[in-house]
């Protein structure tokens, strides 16, 4: 199983970004797929997770500037970041708890990060 995500860049303050990760490989079925950030010097943090029936819960920093969305078809999942801070400047990882074919119990996998950048 693989997640990769992409979308990441450099964007100006007030701007907006898309990133999406699709995920790969013998999946049965996801649960939880998610977005968690972090910045230099900082721990790894929860921006926004939705459930397989969208159920959605998102970080107070982000709450009404970032959307969460999947298309559970593609396995998807997609963030939508307007109103960018520099402060929202991370790198952007994918996560997802989901069960592999032939595997009778969840597992949690991590994607490789995509680095958001903004400017002031």
């Known amino acids: 199983v693989q997640l990769q995500a992409s979308g990441g860049g450099l964007v100006q303050a007030g701007g907006s970004l898309r990133l999406s990760c699709a995920a790969s490989?013998?999946?049965?079925?996801?649960?939880?797929m998610g977005w968690y950030r972090q910045a230099p010097g900082k721990q790894r943090e929860l921006v926004a997770r939705?459930?397989?029936?969208?159920?959605?819960n998102y970080a107070d920093s982000v709450k009404g500037r970032f959307t969460i969305s999947r298309d559970n078809a593609k396995n998807t999942v997609y963030l939508q970041m307007n109103s960018l801070k520099p402060e929202d400047t991370a790198v952007y990882y994918c996560?997802?708890?989901?069960?592999?074919?032939?595997?009778?119990?969840?597992?949690?996998?991590w994607g490789k990060g995509t680095q958001v950048t903004v400017s002031s």
């Open positions: 939705i459930t397989s029936g969208g159920s959605t």
């Open positions: 490989g013998s999946i049965f079925s996801i649960s939880i």
């Open positions: 996560n997802a708890d989901l069960i592999e074919v032939g595997i009778g119990y969840g597992r949690n996998y």
